[in-house]
């Protein structure tokens, strides 16, 4: 493992990810995406009492399932690396409490899922272990009762807003195999343009997309036509179209490859989602359903994903603070 | 039916103009400003305070009926006045019993409901 | 486009890309269901009036009504999908206040009865009743003040 330019850094023996598992929400489940999820629930409270309840055991069944699904016995799971956006980050360590695999719990708000890819692989190609979890998880419900208003409140959702997805993303990274590999990885700085809208976490969050797109290409001295794909966690189509146009300000054309895992996941004519969709989730089950299937099927051979971040809480906005965003990239080759 | 023959028809458009031009005020601060609900019915409900204090609101009470005093514009109209009938009668305590005394219906009912619907019901997943 | 620098740059860039909420259509439906909801409370008024209540009987009546009703149907899970349409049409009549009550305990029962239920109750709708009756409060004592005297000044 080596660093390369100013953040980046390029794995000599990249570790692979060996599988992903993914269960969404009823919602997800009708949209365009569904048929590349493993599971779909029928109601969001899973049989549970509370959303957090339920949040946490979709969590905590889809580390089971990719555990199930690779084979790999619980035991040799060296680490487990995962976050979501609850106080504390409740969501994983509720649902993972009997998991029994050295925890550790991360915050990087929606682009958790990433961060947790990031870090599993440096500990692997460190020589730390063997094999590492990565879990993340969101939930609508939850999200909305923490960050805005009581579901049954009658207020209109702004055209800007974005729909938090319901559902868990995991994957086990190890550190030998036969790929998809993780070659290098990108970790984000955090950046803020005084955005201050809570309902625009797309435009939030577009500088810091930007600013690691941009690190990441001067590090590794790729161009944006390197990937076949490159995907940002959640933007919705607001950042999107941001990221695109500012990209081009400074001489990246990533239009042709580029998209968004907000705006892959719902229909946002039929499904009302109005910019997309949000949370850790949304990175999660994307990657973990359809790009990894994808890559799978060798249709991707090359892909960059970076998942974006707004690391704001609900008092910060009520005190009238501006909303800092995040945002890592890792490239996942075949 | 007699009852039904009593409605005055230009009194009921009269409300439901009205009322419907002051939940139009509000479309367009939701729209317009990004505000949260609860500032909204914060300004609707001290807008009404003011107006009532003023004694301009009841003009548009005595035009408009429920179209004047059904939004939240008449809640704080109906705080005012309380406030200002208690004072008459009843001197600088006044201020404090009759606010809370005109609108005493309201809020118990809001409350007791409230505490009900908690207890029977349970939030859902919005479909969209 | 022109590489964007400053903070102040970006916010005016922001504000060119989001897209407008559809204004005249939400006035409109606004509109309706807000003239539709006072409409129904006259007829309630009306009919108290008709029954020989008197007129601060009649009001009170007809906001407890209206609140029954708007606590029943967001109980029923409804009144968003109402909100959801209408907008200001149900938040600013009363109907919006009983369901800014309601939604959070409903909300928070999950976190019991005492704090979950009656301690966040008034998260929502708090603010309102904190600014209507101190407004009441102050337009009391200034009746009082301005009351006294005119009385002196006659």
């Given at each position: 493992?080596?660093k ?5 850094v390029?794995?000599d023996?990249?570790?692979t ?7 969404v929400?009823p919602k997800?489940?009708?949209g365009?995406l569904a ?7 029928e109601?969001e409270?899973?049989g549970?009492?509370?959303?957090e309840?339920a949040e ?8 089971n399932?990719v ?6 016995p ?6 487990c690396?995962a976050g ?7 969501s994983s ?10 925890f550790?719990?991360?915050f ?7 961060e ?5 692989s440096?500990?692997?190609e460190?020589?730390?272990?063997n094999?590492a ?6 939930h ?5 009762k923490?960050?805005?208003f009581?579901l049954?409140?009658?207020n209109?959702?702004?055209p800007s ?6 559902g868990s ?10 790929g998809?590999?993780?070659t290098?990885i ?17 435009a939030a969050?577009a ?5 690691t797109l941009?690190a990441h ?13 490159i995907l940002?966690?959640d ?5 999107k179209?941001?990221?695109i146009e500012?990209?081009?300000t400074?001489?990246y054309?990533?239009k042709?490859n580029y998209?968004d ?8 004519e ?9 949370g850790?989730?949304?990175c ?7 790009l990894f299937?994808m890559?799978q099927?060798?249709k991707?051979?090359?892909?960059l994903l970076?998942?974006?971040?707004a690391?704001t809480?609900?008092?910060t906005t ?5 909303i ?8 996942i080759e075949? | 039916m007699e009852?039904?023959?009593?409605i005055?028809w230009m009194?009921?458009?009269?409300c439901?103009v009205?009322g ?7 479309q367009?601060?939701?729209?317009k400003?990004k505000?949260t ?5 914060v300004?609707?409900?001290t807008?009404?305070?003011?107006l009532?204090?003023?004694?301009i609101?009841q003009?548009l009470v005595?035009f408009?009926?429920?179209?004047a005093?059904?939004p ?5 109209n109906a ?7 208690e004072v ?20 118990a009912a809001?409350?007791f409901?409230?505490y009900i ?5 349970k ?6 | 486009?022109k590489?964007i620098?400053t903070?102040k740059q970006y916010?005016?860039?922001v504000?060119?890309?989001s897209p407008?909420?559809?204004?005249l259509k ?5 509109f309706?269901?807000?003239g539709l909801?006072?409409?129904i ?7 108290c ?5 008197d ?13 029954g009703?708007s606590?029943f ?7 968003n999908?109402i909100?959801?349409f209408?907008?200001a049409?149900s ?7 009983a369901?800014?009550?309601?939604s959070p305990?409903?909300?928070y029962k999950?976190?019991g009865?005492v704090?979950?239920?009656?301690g ?5 709708a708090g ?8 407004a009441?409060?102050i337009?009391?004592i200034?009746?009082l003040?301005?009351n006294?005297?005119?009385?002196t000044?006659v």
């Amino acid at each position: 493992m080596q660093k390369i330019g100013k953040q980046t850094v390029k794995f000599d023996t990249p570790p692979t990810i060996l599988q992903t598992a993914s269960i969404v929400g009823p919602k997800e489940a009708d949209g365009p995406l569904a048929s590349y999820f493993d599971q779909c629930l029928e109601d969001e409270f899973w049989g549970e009492k509370t959303w957090e309840k339920a949040e946490s055991k979709i969590i905590k069944e889809t580390v089971n399932m990719v555990i199930a699904k690779s084979g790999i016995p619980s035991e040799e799971i060296d680490y487990c690396f995962a976050g979501d956006l609850l106080n504390q980050c409740i969501s994983s360590s509720f649902g993972l409490r009997e998991l029994n695999i050295p925890f550790f719990g991360i915050f990087g708000a929606c682009s958790t899922f990433v961060e947790a890819l990031l870090m599993a692989s440096v500990f692997l190609e460190g020589g730390a272990g063997n094999y590492a979890l990565c879990a993340a998880s969101s939930h609508f419900c939850s999200a909305e009762k923490q960050f805005r208003f009581p579901l049954e409140l009658g207020n209109q959702r702004p055209p800007s807003s974005q729909w938090t997805v319901t559902g868990s993303g995991a994957a086990i990274v190890a550190k030998n195999g036969m790929g998809p590999y993780i070659t290098h990885i990108t970790p984000g700085k955090i950046v803020d343009m005084g955005i201050k809208d809570a309902n625009n976490m797309g435009a939030a969050m577009a500088p810091a997309a930007l600013d690691t797109l941009l690190a990441h290409f001067k590090d590794t001295g790729r161009s944006p036509s390197y990937y076949d794909a490159i995907l940002t966690g959640d933007l919705g189509y607001i950042g999107k179209e941001i990221l695109i146009e500012m990209a081009e300000t400074k001489g990246y054309n990533i239009k042709s490859n580029y998209n968004d895992c907000g705006v892959l996941i719902f229909d946002k004519e039929k499904q009302d989602t109005h910019s997309g969709g949000s949370g850790c989730a949304c990175c999660g089950t994307v990657f973990s359903g359809y790009l990894f299937k994808m890559l799978q099927q060798k249709k991707y051979k090359k892909i960059l994903l970076m998942a974006t971040g707004a690391l704001t809480n609900s008092t910060t906005t009520q005190q009238g603070e501006s909303i800092p965003g995040i945002a890592h990239a890792v490239a996942i080759e075949l | 039916m007699e009852f039904f023959a009593s409605i005055d028809w230009m009194q009921m458009l009269r409300c439901f103009v009205v009322g419907g031009l002051i939940c139009i005020i509000g479309q367009i601060l939701i729209d317009k400003t990004k505000l949260t609900p609860a500032r909204i019915l914060v300004i609707f409900v001290t807008t009404g305070a003011i107006l009532g204090g003023l004694g301009i609101y009841q003009h548009l009470v005595d035009f408009a009926g429920c179209g004047a005093t059904v939004p939240l514009t008449g809640f704080g109209n109906a705080l005012s006045k309380g406030a200002i009938e208690e004072v008459a009668k009843s001197g600088f305590v006044g201020a404090f019993i009759g606010g809370t005394k005109a609108a005493a219906g309201g809020i118990a009912a809001a409350i007791f409901f409230g505490y009900i619907a908690s207890l029977i019901s349970k939030p859902k997943m919005k479909k969209q | 486009m022109k590489p964007i620098e400053t903070k102040k740059q970006y916010q005016d860039y922001v504000d060119q890309k989001s897209p407008n909420s559809p204004i005249l259509k939400n006035c409109f439906n606004a509109f309706w269901v807000g003239g539709l909801i006072c409409s129904i409370g006259q007829i309630i008024f009306n009919y108290c009036k008709y029954r020989g209540m008197d007129i601060q009987m009649s009001n009170t009546i007809v906001s407890i009504i209206l609140i029954g009703i708007s606590a029943f149907l967001t109980g029923l899970n409804l009144f968003n999908k109402i909100g959801k349409f209408a907008g200001a049409g149900s938040l600013v009549p009363i109907t919006g206040f009983a369901n800014s009550i309601v939604s959070p305990a409903m909300e928070y029962k999950s976190e019991g009865y005492v704090m979950g239920v009656g301690g966040k109750m008034f998260t929502v709708a708090g603010p309102v009743l904190v600014f209507g009756i101190s407004a009441s409060i102050i337009v009391g004592i200034l009746y009082l003040i301005f009351n006294t005297q005119s009385i002196t000044l006659v």
